[in-house]
T-cell receptor, first 115, second 112 residues
């Protein structure tokens, strides 16, 4: 079972460059989300989607865009990378809303460094 | 300031010892989850607790949700090197649309 697949695993960007982190899930989950993980701060929600065509902002959305054209895919776009966006990014999916107690499945993470 | 405060931040113990990790808040959560994360991987769900006072056991791990649903604890009995990892608590909070809020985590190292 593939579960949640993120690419790339590692990326180095120069300040001002743009890029897209890809996320795909094969579990037919409606709910998908993106988190960033920084030392001492846990995981913080960037954007989430409750279904194809529907996205919303999380706790730290600035500098990021998302779209959800299909149930399977939920890419995260960095529009103009800044050093403050250096972090580990996790994509996650679940059958329904995260707070409902459903099991959330995380990808393996994408390590992004902005220089 | 974290909505969910985890303690301790770091814990290094010998194999066979017992330990408890705490997750505290001044807010009430509708449910609380515990995750374990190993280096280079994403978090993996261990348990979900939803009822105040609820206790769940997973082999050597015991999870408890406080009566007021503001805090939780994870107790590991006879820790093994395989328990090493980052333990995260996450709560669903009405003020955040019931989306999960994560604590900063507790790094556990169990030495053989």
């Amino acid at each position: 079972n593939a579960g949640v697949t993120q690419t790339p695993k590692f990326q180095v960007l120069k300040t001002g460059q743009s890029m897209t982190l890809q996320c795909a899930q094969d579990m037919n989950h409606e709910y998908m989300s993106w988190y960033r993980q920084d030392p001492g701060m846990g995981l913080r929600l960037i954007h989430y989607s409750v279904g194809a065509g529907i996205t919303d902002q999380g706790e730290v959305p600035n500098g990021y865009n998302v779209s959800r054209s299909t149930t399977e895919d939920f890419p995260l776009r960095l529009l103009s990378a800044a050093p403050s966006q250096t972090s580990v990014y996790f994509c996650a999916s679940s059958y329904s809303a995260e707070g409902s107690g459903n099991t959330i499945y995380f990808g393996e993470g994408s390590w992004l460094t902005v220089v | 300031t974290q909505l969910l405060e985890q303690s301790p931040q770091f814990l290094s113990i010998q194999e066979g010892e017992n330990l408890t990790v705490y997750c505290n808040s001044s807010s009430v959560f509708s449910s609380l989850q515990w995750y374990r994360q190993e280096p280079g991987e994403g978090p993996v769900l261990l348990v979900t607790v939803v009822t105040g006072g609820e206790v769940k056991k997973l082999k050597r791990l015991t999870f408890q949700f406080g009566d007021a649903r503001k805090d939780s604890s994870l107790h590991i009995t006879a820790a093994q090197p395989g328990d090493t990892g980052l333990y995260l608590c996450a709560g669903a909070h009405e003020e955040y649309g019931n989306k999960l809020v994560f604590g900063a985590g507790t790094i556990l190292r169990v030495k053989s």
